[in-house]
Nanobody, 120 residues
Framework: EVQLVESGGGLVQAGGSLRVSCAAS????????IGWFRQAPGKEREGVSC????????YYADSVKGRFTISSDNAKNTVYLQMNSLKPEDTAVYYC?????????????WGQGTQVTVSS
C-alpha cells in the first residue's frame, strides 16, 4: 500500500521556523521526485518545492526561495521541508506528493496534509 504521511505542522509566530516531514512507503522511493504543495483557505493548491534524486535538483516557488529548504533522507524514505522566516501568508495545509521521476511530472500519490498556521 502506497503511503505518504506528513507530520510536523503546527502554530508558529511570524518570523519563526517549522520543519515538516513526509514519510513514504509502498513504492520505490528513489525512483520518485517528491514535491510539497500547499492550499490556503479559499485558494487553489500551489506547488512549493520539489526534490528529484534522478535529476539531482531542487525547485522552489518564488514566494519561498531563500526561506524554505527541501531535503531528502533516502535511507529513511523521508523528505523534509525546513521553513524559516515564516509569514502569515504561509498559512496553509501542506501536502507532499510523489511526482514520478521528474519534478515536472503530475502527482501520482498524495499525503493527507499537515496544517501550518503562522500568526502575526
Amino acid at each position: 500500500e502506497v503511503q505518504l504521511v506528513e507530520s510536523g505542522g503546527g502554530l508558529v509566530q511570524a518570523g519563526g521556523s517549522l520543519r515538516v516531514s513526509c514519510a513514504a512507503s509502498g513504492f520505490t522511493f528513489d525512483d520518485y521526485a517528491i514535491g510539497w504543495f500547499r492550499q490556503a483557505p479559499g485558494k487553489e493548491r500551489e506547488g512549493v518545492s520539489c526534490i528529484s534524486s534522478s535529476e539531482g535538483t531542487t525547485y522552489y516557488a518564488d514566494s519561498v526561495k531563500g526561506r524554505f529548504t527541501i531535503s531528502s533522507d533516502n535511507a529513511k524514505n523521508t523528505v523534509y521541508l525546513q521553513m524559516n522566516s515564516l509569514k502569515p501568508e504561509d498559512t496553509a495545509v501542506y501536502y507532499c506528493a510523489a511526482l514520478g521521476v521528474y519534478c515536472s511530472g503530475p502527482p501520482e500519490f498524495w499525503g493527507q496534509g499537515t496544517q501550518v498556521t503562522v500568526s502575526s
